[in-house]
């Protein structure tokens, strides 16, 4: 299983919100390069990365800053306002190592099938889920869409990572929802990463018993709740 250390850029500044509120805002840094150094340092081998301005607004705000993240050595991982294939190409060509399509997954199906089919692996969906139903718009628009079934139609239209995230749970540092995971897992041929929550190496330790393949890292992180190299060797089988 690998493990994605997360960076959430709002106005420049590394902060995190709590259960996608961006009036629960928490800055951690206003250099998000030396977050993603330390990252680098501890043995991380991927970055997730997040530009809530443009979640929020519909195209990318941080891109600059992205980019200096995506040089560092990193395989690099972004979302966040992602809504047309420019986006996609700019990202990509400035070092993104993928690409991840949020709102636009469910406004324009067709156009991720098309994203899916030309850019490969290079391609994954965030599915947001508030108490099980996707949400869009920087997280601010619940959908009648249930996330789980969501992921299915995804893994037939030909994306082969989906980024689950579980917005009660995000940034609340009250563990993961295992059960929705364990779900999740059982969907063929579709890469599963685990977002929101994430907070204590049984997390880890159950999420790759599950097979799921991969965990993202964030507040647990910052706060010294997770030590992202212990949280390397638990996901290698290693501690």
Same mark, same amino acid.
């Given at each position: *299983?690998?493990i994605?250390?997360a960076?959430?850029?709002?106005?420049?500044?590394v902060?995190?919100?709590?259960?996608?509120d961006y009036?629960?805002e928490?800055?951690y840094? $206003?250099?998000?390069?030396? +977050?993603?150094r %330390?990252f680098?340092d501890?043995?991380a081998q !991927? /970055?997730?990365?997040?530009d809530l301005?443009?979640?929020r607004?519909g195209?990318?705000? #941080?891109?600059a800053i992205?980019e200096?993240?995506?040089s560092l050595?990193?395989n690099?991982? +972004? %979302?966040?306002g =992602?809504?047309d294939?420019a986006?996609?190409a700019a990202?990509?060509?400035r070092g993104?190592?993928?690409v991840?399509?949020?709102t636009?997954?469910?406004r324009?199906?067709?156009f991720?099938?098309r *994203?899916?089919?030309?850019y490969g692996?290079?391609?994954? +969906?965030g599915? $947001?889920?508030?108490d099980g139903?996707?949400?869009?718009s920087? !997280?601010?628009?619940?959908?009648?869409?249930?996330g789980?079934?969501f992921?299915?139609? /995804?893994?037939?239209a030909g994306?082969?990572?989906?980024?689950?995230?579980d917005?009660?749970r995000?940034g609340c540092l009250? %563990?993961a #929802?295992l059960? /929705?995971y364990?779900e999740?897992s059982?969907?063929?041929? /579709? #890469?599963v990463?685990?977002? %929101?929550?994430?907070s204590?190496e049984?997390? =880890?330790?159950?999420?790759?018993? *599950?097979?799921i393949?991969?965990?993202? +890292?964030?507040k647990?992180?910052?706060?010294?709740?997770?030590n992202?190299?212990?949280c390397l060797?638990l996901a290698e089988?290693?501690?």
């Amino acid at each position: *299983m690998i493990i994605l250390p997360a960076i959430d850029l709002r106005g420049g500044r590394v902060v995190r919100l709590t259960k996608g509120d961006y009036g629960r805002e928490k800055v951690y840094n $206003d250099d998000p390069a030396s +977050v993603a150094r %330390g990252f680098l340092d501890d043995g991380a081998q !991927w /970055l997730h990365v997040v530009d809530l301005d443009g979640a929020r607004e519909g195209s990318p705000r #941080n891109a600059a800053i992205i980019e200096k993240l995506a040089s560092l050595g990193l395989n690099t991982e +972004v %979302g966040g306002g =992602i809504r047309d294939e420019a986006a996609i190409a700019a990202y990509l060509e400035r070092g993104a190592a993928r690409v991840i399509l949020g709102t636009v997954a469910v406004r324009d199906f067709p156009f991720v099938e098309r *994203m899916a089919a030309k850019y490969g692996e290079r391609i994954a +969906v965030g599915v $947001d889920a508030r108490d099980g139903f996707v949400a869009v718009s920087g !997280w601010e628009e619940v959908t009648k869409l249930p996330g789980v079934e969501f992921c299915r139609r /995804l893994r037939d239209a030909g994306v082969r990572t989906v980024i689950y995230t579980d917005i009660g749970r995000d940034g609340c540092l009250a %563990g993961a #929802n295992l059960p /929705l995971y364990q779900e999740l897992s059982a969907i063929d041929a /579709l #890469n599963v990463i685990a977002s %929101g929550g994430v907070s204590f190496e049984r997390d =880890i330790e159950v999420l790759r018993d *599950m097979r799921i393949h991969g965990a993202i +890292v964030g507040k647990a992180l910052y706060e010294g709740k997770l030590n992202l190299k212990r949280c390397l060797a638990l996901a290698e089988g290693e501690a």
